[in-house]
Structures are given as C-alpha cells and as structure tokens.
C-alpha cells in the first residue's frame, strides 16, 4: 500500500495522467501554499523587527538597534550600483 502511494504521489508530481484543468489547480494550489509558507515568517503591522545589521548606502554595517538608539528608523531597500 505504501508503494502504491508512493508511485501516485510520484506520477502526481509528474503530471502524468492530469486533465489540464486539475493540472492548473494543482499548481494554482501549490503556489497558494509556497505563498503562505512565506508571508507566515513576515512581522505583521505593529510586530517588533527582530535586530538585524545591513550595510548602508556607502557600505558601512549599521544594526537597526544602533539606528533606533537615535530615533524612528526607516529601511528601504534599492539595487544600488546599476
């Protein structure tokens, strides 16, 4: 019994023997799951960000309780050197 599933899961992950349509809901499943995996580790409006040290504009590490020590703090993020 345990093969049998295992060799369904198997040809599930494949695609074999899919309809279009419940091929799309599947991944249409999957990618809602993979989304909520991701955004369940995000901190919510009001949540304390934990400490972390990021280089700023001109590559010194900077710690946000440092930038906290002097005030709000805003992190923005950018591509920088194009």
Same mark, same amino acid.
């Given at each position: 019994? @345990?093969?049998?599933?295992?060799?369904?899961? @198997?040809? !599930? @992950?494949?695609?074999?023997?899919?309809?279009?349509?419940?091929?799309?809901? !599947?991944?249409? /499943?999957?990618? @809602?799951?993979?989304?909520? &995996?991701?955004? /369940?580790? &995000?901190?919510?409006? +009001?949540?304390? $960000?934990?400490?972390?040290? !990021?280089?700023? $504009?001109? +590559?010194?590490? &900077?710690?946000?309780?440092? /930038? !906290? $020590?002097? +005030?709000? $703090?805003? &992190?923005?993020?950018?591509? +920088?050197?194009?």
């Amino acid at each position: 019994m @345990e093969q049998d599933l295992r060799s369904q899961i @198997e040809r !599930l @992950e494949q695609g074999k023997g899919l309809t279009p349509e419940v091929k799309a809901q !599947l991944e249409r /499943a999957y990618a @809602e799951i993979a989304q909520k &995996v991701i955004t /369940a580790k &995000v901190p919510k409006e +009001g949540e304390v $960000a934990p400490d972390f040290v !990021l280089p700023n $504009a001109v +590559g010194i590490p &900077v710690a946000l309780s440092d /930038a !906290l $020590a002097h +005030g709000p $703090a805003v &992190v923005t993020f950018y591509r +920088g050197i194009w």
